[in-house]
């Protein structure tokens, strides 16, 4: 009877455990976006779940933030990889291709910077990780507003730019909800 006891506590104590994990990402998301107008609940929860691994989900906040910076560079890496094919399209005019250039040097130096940002996070230095994930958040909306320069371009990477921002934001939430709570 008291092996019995043991092990229904003792499983119930675990279902509590990875209950309280497997509610971290929309917990963690639902904060977030409460705090943050330009966060979406949706957005971020499916990011997340999309991109951990399933072997090894996230257990706290801190990872979130680790995982949100890595998913915003993977992001920012593809976009450079889009805009390579991008600049191999003749249909495109010459301004148009100006813009995709710069877009790329901003988004390859975007990476670095995200970097700079996970460094800082993990060296508990919040208020550099923070400027750095603001300056990277910053790529998007200076490519995307470029083409707006000039009267009837319109940009071929309007989606990419919306999802960077997006994931950025997701990052720079966490971090600041992570400083509020350690």
Do not use: W
């Not at 976009?79 to 250039?101: D, E, H, M, R, V």
């Amino acid at each position: 009877m008291r092996f019995t006891l043991s092990l229904v506590l003792f499983l119930l104590f675990l279902f509590q455990c990875s209950s309280n994990d497997s509610n971290l990402i929309p917990q963690s998301c639902k904060e977030a976006s409460n705090h943050d107008p330009n966060l979406s609940y949706d957005f971020c929860v499916s990011s997340l779940e999309a991109n951990i691994s399933k072997n090894n989900p996230p257990t706290k906040l801190e990872d979130l933030v680790g995982i949100s910076i890595q998913i915003t560079k993977t992001n920012g890496t593809n976009i450079i990889a889009n805009i390579l094919k991008l600049l191999n399209n003749q249909t495109f005019s010459q301004y148009t291709k100006a813009c995709l250039k710069d877009c790329f040097d901003l988004y390859k130096g975007s990476i670095s910077t995200l970097n700079d940002a996970m460094v800082a996070f993990k060296s508990k230095d919040f208020g550099t990780a923070n400027i750095k994930l603001s300056a990277a958040l910053d790529t998007s909306v200076t490519c995307e507003d470029q083409f707006k320069d000039k009267k009837g371009e319109v940009s071929p990477l309007t989606k990419e730019n919306k999802v960077y921002f997006q994931l950025n934001v997701i990052s720079l939430a966490f971090i600041q909800m992570f400083n509020q709570h350690t």
